[in-house]
T-cell receptor
């Protein structure tokens, strides 16, 4: 069974631009979560989607948004990019939401904002 | 509030040594789940183990073993006879209803295994 896939793997953008990242979960998984990883803040939760609905959101500004499609694939968007948005963005999928479900992570998208 | 503390920032060992990675967690929930993930240089977080708060049985999987103790709020991870391929950053994480069911990660422990 294929794992979580994320595209693109690498991105370079300039301040003020916007970016869209894509995540395809493991087949059969319906819950998708996004995390941001930076050297200074570590791994931080962005949001979680299940059945096309956002179930949970982390403490990030409104510039960060996401959505989930009927096939469980998810996208996240960051508008008006700032230098501090440079990070590794990780997507994780699980069968369903809920504390006991294991989240499996993709390889991540490395975003560099210049 | 949920919190995970990994006090060891970096550990260096020589191959074949045993090494223990410490994890201390905080939560007010009675039902919660603990996880360990491994992050090699490629960046992908690799799932290693999940434990729920009602199961304090320790587990051994090959060279890996985990010691869960609710009395000390700890979930430590031991690698026996370490190998160079074990070099990675290891993250302990907590998931509980009080935390909105999101994964709360520790800051990670960088493990370097040298020949």
């Amino acid at each position: 069974k294929a794992g979580v896939t994320q595209t693109p793997r690498y991105l370079i953008k300039t301040r003020g631009q916007q970016v869209t990242l894509s995540c395809s979960p493991i087949s059969g998984h319906r819950s998708v979560s996004w995390y941001q990883q930076t050297p200074g803040q570590g791994l931080q939760f962005l949001f979680e989607y299940f059945s096309e609905t956002q179930r949970n959101k982390g403490n990030f500004p409104g510039r960060f948004s996401g959505r989930q499609f009927s096939n469980s694939r998810s996208e996240m968007n960051v508008s008006t990019l700032e230098l501090g948005d440079s990070a590794l963005y990780l997507c994780a999928s699980s069968l369903a939401p809920g504390g006991g479900e294991t989240q499996y992570f993709g390889p991540g998208t490395r975003l560099l904002v210049l | 509030a949920q919190k995970v503390t990994q006090a060891q920032t970096e550990i260096s060992v020589v191959e074949k040594e045993d090494v223990t990675l410490d994890c201390v967690y905080e939560t007010r929930d009675t039902t919660y789940y603990l996880f360990w993930y491994k992050q090699p240089p490629s960046g992908e977080l690799v799932f290693l183990i999940r434990r729920n708060s009602f199961d304090e049985q320790n587990e051994i999987s090959g060279r890996y073993s985990w010691n869960f103790q609710k009395s000390t709020s700890s979930f430590n991870f031991t690698i026996t006879a370490s190998q160079v391929v074990d070099s990675a950053v290891y993250f302990c994480a907590l998931r509980a209803t009080g935390g909105g069911n999101k994964l709360t990660f520790g800051t990670g422990t960088q493990l370097k295994v040298e020949l």
